[in-house]
């Protein structure tokens, strides 16, 4: 009897082994599409700086800004107990001539939960005797449950249409810029 509870604890602890180092097939599928990037009629360093705009107007901080990448993060809490933070990264890259750009945009989203954590001790006083106080503390952290690479092509697009149109307005030549009224 002894021997048979032994080796089903023995068979269902080798099962959980199983599953915490089970493999995954790769998850991505390379394909030609554009829902990552985008052709414009402009130089790098311009395109980047629209999506730097693009980026600032939907109340992103911008934490990496060059002539060929920008980085812009943005916190989100959804609920009390969950945070999400997205995270967009532009690249900018001359095609041909370099008056042709290619912009590359990646977003991952993290995702956090708070955890609540009891940390308790006990204080000895050695002079009163054995007395014990017991106290505690409760301590509250994020701990990441996912991050994932967004994959809609309409996010993509919505992206791309926003840093076009901060493009339009940046070429738009300074003559034909209308002047504020006093």
Same mark, same amino acid.
């Given at each position: 009897?002894?021997?048979?509870?032994?080796?089903?604890?023995?068979?269902?602890?080798?099962?959980?082994?199983?599953?915490?180092?089970?493999?995954?097939?790769?998850?991505?599928?390379?394909?030609?599409?554009?829902?990552?990037?985008?052709?414009?009629?402009?130089?790098?360093?311009?395109?980047?700086?629209?999506?730097?705009?693009?980026? !600032?107007?939907?109340?992103? !901080?911008?934490?990496?800004?060059?002539?060929?990448?920008?980085?812009?993060?943005?916190?989100?809490?959804?609920?009390?107990? %969950?945070?999400?933070?997205?995270?967009?990264?532009?690249?900018?890259?001359?095609?041909?001539?370099?008056?042709?750009?290619?912009?590359?945009?990646?977003?991952?989203? &993290?995702?956090?939960?708070?955890?609540?954590? %009891?940390?308790?001790?006990?204080?000895?006083?050695?002079?009163?005797?054995?007395? %014990?106080?017991?106290?505690? &503390?409760?301590? &509250?952290?994020?701990?990441?449950?996912?991050?994932?690479?967004?994959?809609?092509? &309409?996010?993509?697009?919505?992206?791309?249409?926003?840093?076009?149109?901060?493009?339009?307005?940046?070429?738009?030549?300074?003559a034909a810029?209308?002047t504020p009224?006093?």
């Amino acid at each position: 009897m002894l021997a048979a509870l032994l080796l089903g604890a023995v068979a269902l602890s080798g099962c959980s082994a199983l599953q915490r180092n089970k493999p995954y097939p790769p998850q991505e599928r390379f394909a030609s599409g554009e829902t990552f990037s985008r052709l414009f009629d402009a130089p790098p360093a311009a395109v980047c700086r629209s999506a730097r705009l693009a980026l !600032l107007s939907q109340g992103y !901080l911008v934490t990496v800004n060059d002539a060929a990448l920008v980085e812009g993060k943005k916190n989100f809490q959804p609920d009390v107990g %969950s945070h999400i933070e997205m995270v967009i990264r532009v690249v900018c890259v001359p095609d041909g001539d370099g008056a042709i750009s290619m912009a590359f945009a990646a977003a991952v989203q &993290e995702t956090y939960t708070v955890r609540r954590v %009891s940390n308790s001790a006990s204080v000895g006083v050695g002079s009163v005797g054995s007395l %014990s106080v017991p106290f505690g &503390e409760t301590s &509250e952290g994020l701990t990441r449950v996912g991050s994932q690479t967004i994959q809609l092509g &309409e996010f993509y697009d919505r992206l791309f249409t926003l840093i076009k149109s901060y493009l339009a307005m940046d070429s738009v030549p300074a003559a034909a810029a209308p002047t504020p009224t006093p």
